[in-house]
DNA sequence: GAAAGTGCTGACCGATCGGTCAGCTATTCT
DNA sequence: AGAATAGCTGACCGATCGGTCAGCACTTTC
């Protein structure tokens, strides 16, 4: 691996373990055994780091996302929504970091357009209706899923990938699932 | 109100929305309308204002989770969790800020104490069960629950509190009812 | 073999951080 | 009236922050 990828890997996890603003440029450097001045040779800025960090995971996002609007029947709903697990545990670092950073992120480009994708999908899975609950589903089923995707491990909690694969959609679509339905 | 509650209150808000090592005491001074000095006359160091920030929280969870283990009926769960679900709305920003950066705050000791009080609450709502979709529901639950409080608002999305605290208790009953009944 | 480019470094910069301290003002206590 | 206390302040401290820059070693290009 290059320097260069393992700097983004070791910032990302900083990033998300720390926090943005108190990981420092000197503590990455030390972390992959370069100097402050070689990180800031790969990444003109901060800031840059952190938009080479989670910008993979956005554009991944955008991809799962696009077939979105043209979901029609149930099966349709379910295959987007393993899509969409799976990228969550495929990303989970980055998604964790954009779900709860990313308010006081706001004016980094990156993170701007991740909202505007979260913003998309609220409203699908809200389209046909406007209640408190159903907006609820959606936040809680989003949230819950990153915190327990990352801070969970804080707790001394460690699941096999598959059966978290398998929790995770089966609690997802019991919180997304459509009215008619439920 | 008091410098000192007005600090605290001040203090509170800027660590939950732009996390607690963004935030500098000369920003919550000018906040508040008073010098840096100030602040650390009545707070000895930022950490003991943060500990100031948050406790309050902490204790009443303390109160909520006191009758945990004596829980029997399905009645006195649903009690509980209502209680509980009163704790979120009423400390929603303590909750957050606990959730969210908690993780990245240890050796704070009002941070422990939290952290022991979510485990010893993890451990009730699984305690009949080791599989990883029960544990993964109760982390949801309480991430999710978190997250919505406080993060929604960043997407425009503002509910009635009455509406907030019904769609809150009841998403979190069907997360977190015990198998025998689902 | 000179020139150009790549990866990386230490020295250094101004700004800001959390925190200390002497001292000011106004109120309260004796 | 005098002493003590509470609330607050500006000046200042060392440390650390993100970032700049000249220059080193090495490889590739011409």
Do not use: W
């Not at 800031?47 to 696009?66: F, H």
């Not at 970091?97 to 701007?112: K, Y």
């Not at 979260?118 to 936040?139: C, H, I, K, P, Y």
């Amino acid at each position: 691996m290059s320097t260069q990828d393992e700097l983004r890997v070791i910032a990302l996890a900083e990033f998300t373990s720390a926090g943005y603003s108190a990981t420092s440029l000197q503590r990455i450097a030390e972390l992959a055994g370069v100097s402050k001045s070689s990180v800031l040779y790969h990444f003109t800025s901060k800031e840059q780091l952190l938009e080479a960090a989670i910008s993979p995971a956005i554009d991944q996002m955008e991809t799962v996302l696009a077939p979105l609007e043209t979901i029609g029947s149930l099966g349709d709903r379910q295959r987007f929504l393993e899509d969409f697990v799976d990228f969550l545990l495929m990303y989970r670092l980055e998604v964790n970091m954009f779900i709860n950073q990313g308010p006081s992120l706001v004016d980094v480009p990156v993170i701007e357009r991740g909202s505007a994708l979260v913003v998309r999908l609220a409203q699908f899975f809200s389209q046909n209706s406007q209640s408190v609950e159903e907006n609820m589903r959606f936040g809680i089923a989003l949230g819950g899923a990153a915190y327990m995707l990352c801070t969970a491990s804080t707790y001394g909690l460690e699941f096999p990938a598959d059966e978290t694969r398998a929790a995770l959609i089966s609690i997802m679509s019991e919180l997304l699932a459509p009215i008619s339905t439920r």
